[in-house]
């Protein structure tokens, strides 16, 4: 079960992995982050077009970033970002799937386990 029910056919991808105690980084709203700041855009916004490009599948996932820098990027870059905080998560096996996704080599698409509680793993990246 995903966070994100119903997933189209097939999602996640056959390739996605689960992540092995990897670090990741994600922009949020608050610290400590909601449950609702891990929603995909296209949960929080359903009727919106957003990423026409992607697939279903990559649209109902959650954005992480492998490295802070990345991270930091994109809060820069959109002036929507720009008061998100960075959080640091660690990602066990237990998390949910994640496969990189995206044109920089350092975004990845994460389908989180319903059963997985993603707040107590944040640290507030400064």
Known sequence: MWIE???PPDCPPNDAIESDNGIYYRLVDTFPPTLEDFYSQKKKYPNKNFYVNFSECIQKSCSIFSTYKSCDSVRKAFKSHRNQKIVKIV???SCGLIKRTGNTPN?????IKTDFDPIPFCQEEV
């Open 5 to 7: 029910d119903p997933l």
């Open 91 to 93: 990602l066990s096996s």
């Open 107 to 111: 975004h990845y698409s994460w389908w």
